[in-house]
Nanobody
Framework: QVQLVESGGGLVQAGGSLRLSCAAS????????MGWFRQAPGKEREFVAA????????YYVDSVKGRFTISRDNARNTVYLQMNSLKPEDTAVYYC?????????????????????WGQGTPVTVSS
């Protein structure tokens, strides 16, 4: 089973930036797509972005497109989320996730299906 440890969250003013990291262990890393999710207070967890296992193709939900960048370092078993131009509505606990299936086609990144193994998350608070 994969273990995921997120870090890098914090308090930032609107318009600011943060870079989240997620270190994975316990399961092969470089054959699975990785994703980021977030959960705002009182809301369900929502999908934010995903990155393919091999060629770094990416997918973003519309609300973060152009502001967030997902990347990965397979040598370090780590996935990142660079968040720029942050808005108060980005306030949430952010979680990374590993795909359920290996070798997902880049054309199906939008259907990223997370393994039910979550870390503690890292909180992001954006003040107005």
């Amino acid at each position: 089973q994969v273990q995921l440890v997120e870090s890098g969250g914090g308090l930032v003013q609107a318009g600011g930036s943060l870079r989240l990291s997620c270190a994975a262990s316990g399961r092969a890393f470089n054959i699975y797509a990785m994703g980021w999710f977030r959960q705002a207070p009182g809301k369900e967890r929502e999908f934010v972005a995903a990155i393919s296992w091999r060629d770094s193709n990416t997918y973003y939900v519309d609300s973060v497109k152009g502001r967030f960048t997902i990347s990965r370092d397979n040598a370090r078993n780590t996935v990142y989320l660079q968040m720029n131009s942050l808005k108060p509505e980005d306030t949430a606990v952010y979680y990374c996730a590993q795909d359920r299936i290996a070798f997902r086609s880049q054309s199906t990144l939008h259907a990223f299906n997370p393994l039910d193994a979550w870390g503690q998350g890292t909180p992001v608070t954006v003040s107005s």
